[in-house]
């Protein structure tokens, strides 16, 4: 027990120190806003800073510079910053601290507690099919490559990087449990954000029932537990119309430069954020319109957010010859331009239902009780079947008006591209805000009292409370408690991550100059010490075996080129494009180069001789 108290305290202060950095990176742009709470100004500035560090480490990454000692003195940089701002606002600090009741200090120490229930997920090794197939491979990649590389063998190649180059800092500051921490405070920003809009409206109570909603989505926990990056673009995106908002209220300019800047972040981060994108700029032009800015201000922001968001594009056209590869495949050059990546994205958009008008106004009714429909993932709570209240409130209520209309442009465009519920998360935040605004406005005309209205908040706040407590055990595994060392994590993973057993036997006897070709199990890219080759990979389809020999003669070959010392296959189902029948032990893939020399269950795997 001591050991496991000492390894989360190391990663809390690692964790810590990261919160810092960014705290103090982003002081240096935020110095001069006039932000309206104390929360409010922490939350935009480590959302702002955890956004430069992504971008300074692309930097780093571009000029080859990616080593760990650089990323940790960049670390300490940032840290003698933000210990210099507190310092200096050292008696602001006590002011408040001394300012807080009884009351409120109950509320913040209950707070950290279920902030340590919210948080203790993320302590155990990443077991989720994206994070462990694609993004920290290149995270890891990145760091031990000290460049931002294009990695062919896994599903996707090469992405927007600012979300993977925050999981860099993590691995390279501790370890791949710090990167999905990371995570993990980009979804608790979220909430603080929808907390101080409360703060700013003085209505702290709704705020704070608002902001636990958000946190008792199932599918919300999740993503913000793993190394995914669908929080990332979410908080980038939601803080950056939020900032958007406090402009159009104040009509302070840095508002909308914090603004632009956020959302060139979203954009950073994955492709959806180019929406929020191109949303800022059309808000932009209206506020000119308005007279809310001038022109100079108007280009200020527009040349900022593109000068944060370009280079993670220029970079992908680099390799790929197209800016928004896997989509517009057309525009793509060589291998980039296959047609299964063409099919795949076919695929990927025909998820979820038809694209009819009835199906996008019974879009509530799908999302709380037939989540099935967009692929199976944690999902929604049911209570936002309630949201089309707001559409209807919404006509006679302006605050509620902003959120549903950010929400439904979101929802549109995503019913329209890809159905995915996880590429729905960005309008998530929202989509409780307009309910909760809709049920305020209700709310002030049924009852006089402020006293009743805060009772209500309060109330909704501990069930929603009580609903977040029942998503988080559901990411509890068991009673077992967290691996903290080598031994354990190994013997974690055995228990709970579907072939990770021939993982174990090819890591055992394998070298780090060797690599493994994977067929099926795209999940264990990332536990792999050789280099890997994942069927899966949208580069790879082109060449993929027949299992029949000596029709894959061309392909072993092809294999041997690329020092292919292994070959692991996962065969239970029935994976695209092949049949592995587990329970007729006459048929297995032949291949005379490579030899059988480990099965189970699960796997087969083969080695060159």
């Known amino acids: 027990m001591i050991e496991l108290i000492v390894w989360v305290i190391l990663h809390l202060l690692a964790l810590g120190l990261m919160v810092l950095a960014a705290f103090g990176a982003g002081c240096l742009p935020l110095r001069r806003i006039d932000f309206h709470s104390a929360l409010e100004r922490a939350t935009f500035t480590v959302a702002l800073g955890f956004g430069l560090y992504g971008l300074?480490?692309?930097?780093?990454?571009?000029?080859?510079?990616?080593?760990?000692?650089?990323?940790?003195?960049?670390?300490?940089?940032?840290?003698?910053?933000?210990?210099?701002?507190?310092?200096?606002?050292?008696?602001?600090?006590?002011?408040?601290?001394?300012?807080?009741?009884?009351?409120?200090?109950?509320?913040?120490?209950?707070?950290?507690?279920?902030w340590m229930f919210v948080l203790w997920p993320t302590l155990y090794p990443s077991t989720d099919w994206d994070a462990t197939s694609n993004h920290l491979v290149l995270a890891r990649d990145y760091l031990s490559t000290h460049r931002i590389i294009s990695h062919e063998g896994i599903p996707q190649p090469v992405l927007p990087a600012l979300n993977h180059l925050l999981f860099t800092w993590g691995i390279a500051v501790k370890d791949d449990i710090s990167a999905q921490m990371i995570e993990h405070v980009l979804m608790m920003l979220i909430a603080l954000g929808i907390y101080s809009l409360g703060q700013r409206r003085n209505r702290a109570a709704w705020g704070l029932a608002a902001g636990v909603f958000w946190l008792a989505h199932p599918?919300?926990?999740?993503?913000?537990?793993?190394?995914?990056?669908d929080i990332g673009v979410t908080a980038f995106a939601f803080l950056g119309v939020l900032a958007l908002r406090n402009f159009f209220e104040s009509r302070e300019s840095g508002w909308w430069l914090i603004a632009m800047s956020l959302m060139g972040m979203a954009a950073g981060v994955k492709m959806p954020g180019l929406f929020f994108l191109a949303a800022g700029a059309i808000m932009g032009?209206?506020?000119?319109?308005?007279?809310?800015?001038?022109?100079?201000?108007?280009?200020?922001?527009?040349?900022?957010?593109?000068?944060?968001a370009a280079p993670f594009y220029a970079l992908i056209a680099y390799h790929a010859g197209n800016p928004f590869w896997p989509v517009l495949t057309q525009m793509s050059q060589g291998v980039w331009a296959e047609p299964p990546i063409a099919q795949f994205n076919n695929w990927i958009s025909n998820v979820g239902v038809a694209k009819t008008p009835v199906n996008f106004l019974l879009l509530p009714f799908y999302l709380a009780f037939e989540l099935e429909r967009f692929l199976p993932e944690p999902r929604i709570c049911r209570l936002i079947v309630f949201w089309p209240l707001a559409w209807i409130i919404s006509i006679r209520d302006r605050e509620a008006r902003w959120w549903t209309l950010w929400a439904l442009s979101f929802m549109a465009f995503w019913f329209l591209t890809s159905q995915?519920?996880?590429?729905?998360l960005p309008a998530l935040p929202f989509m409780i805000l307009a309910?909760?605004?809709?049920?305020?406005?209700?709310?002030?005309?049924?009852?006089?009292?402020?006293?009743?209205?805060?009772?209500?908040?309060?109330?909704?706040?501990?069930?929603?409370?009580?609903?977040?407590?029942?998503?988080g055990l559901n990411l509890l595994r068991g009673s077992r408690l967290p691996p903290t060392n080598e031994t354990a994590r190994d013997a974690f993973l055995m228990k709970f991550y579907g072939g990770y057993a021939g993982v174990r036997y090819i890591n055992e006897r394998s070298t780090k100059d060797e690599a493994v070709y994977v067929i099926n199990g795209s999940w264990l890219n990332y536990y792999f010490k050789p280099g890997v080759i994942d069927s899966m990979g949208l580069v790879q389809r082109?060449?993929?075996?027949?299992?029949?020999?000596p029709d894959d003669g061309d392909w072993v070959k092809r294999l041997e080129s690329k020092g292919v010392a292994w070959i692991l296959v996962f065969y239970p189902g029935y994976p695209l494009g092949m049949k592995i029948y587990k329970d007729d032990p006459a048929w297995k893939p032949h291949w005379p180069p490579y030899e059988l020399v480990y099965q189970d269950t699960q796997v087969w795997v083969f080695r060159h001789p």
């Open 56 to 114: 300074a480490l692309f930097l780093l990454g571009l000029a080859g510079a990616l080593y760990r000692e650089v990323i940790l003195a960049l670390t300490a940089a940032g840290d003698l910053y933000g210990l210099i701002f507190l310092a200096r606002h050292r008696e602001h600090i006590k002011s408040n601290l001394r300012s807080l009741t009884l009351a409120k200090s109950f509320l913040i120490l209950a707070g950290l507690g279920c």
């Open 219 to 229: 599918l919300v926990l999740w993503l913000g537990q793993s190394a995914y990056v």
């Open 285 to 308: 032009l209206w506020a000119l319109a308005k007279s809310l800015i001038s022109w100079k201000e108007l280009i200020r922001g527009g040349a900022l957010a593109f000068l944060i």
């Open 420 to 424: 995915q519920v996880r590429l729905l």
């Open 435 to 471: 309910l909760y605004e809709s049920a305020r406005y209700i709310a002030e005309k049924i009852f006089k009292s402020v006293a009743i209205r805060r009772a209500i908040w309060i109330i909704a706040a501990a069930c929603a409370l009580i609903l977040t407590a029942r998503a």
């Open 542 to 549: 082109t060449h993929w075996p027949s299992y029949r020999w």
